[in-house]
């Protein structure tokens, strides 16, 4: 493009100048993505101009083939960078059924605790319960404690009768990937809860396990 005699700055300046966002604000560790998304016109700009550097009539069969060829390429590599977050944004027919079996037994006014918010909830009568998630030192540490005095205040603050956890696959998957904690931690502390005898199993099936914490 620059012996073609163009110059591009300002397309330029408009790929960088998102970048600049990770000296000022993390966004909650999304601001890969929204850099990536505010640069992505220039950059696209850019990628074509590796085939296209100067305005062309024409376009040989090698060219088309390097573009194919390319292109096939960066398909696959999206595959892998963009989902291996699949395991937290997929939720399987186990964790809608026990969500929906969730809402149909909760009376209206239930605390409803989860872990690190990354299950099917919310998706009807939001206004008729509270949600709740579990303190992050409640996981790390498998702190039963802590977590049953968090969803009992929790309770309390809403003059609630019950009080629910939902622990699911994809909220499991979350912790391990974006915690920082031990693998594991959300299966530690769901195996604690039980084990101390203060809540009830009232529902289980392969991705999900629901406690009702029992009363007093």
Known sequence: RLRAGYRDLSLAVLAVAPFSLLLVQ???????????????????????ALFFP??????????????GLVSLGLMG????????NERIDYFTAQEVDAVRFLYQVAPRGSVLVYGAGFLPLWYKNYEQYAYQPLRASAIRDTNVDTAVAEMVRARQRVDAQDAYLIITRSDRAFVDMFSGFTPGALERLQQALIESGLFEILYRNEDVTVLVLRGG
């Open 54 to 67: 100067v305005p062309a009539r024409g376009v040989s069969w090698g060219k088309l083939i390097l573009i």
């Open 26 to 48: 993390p966004y909650g560790g999304e601001v890969l993505i929204r850099a990536y998304f505010f640069a992505l016109p220039a950059m696209a700009f850019f990628a074509a």
């Open 77 to 84: 590599g999206f595959l892998f960078s963009r989902y291996g």
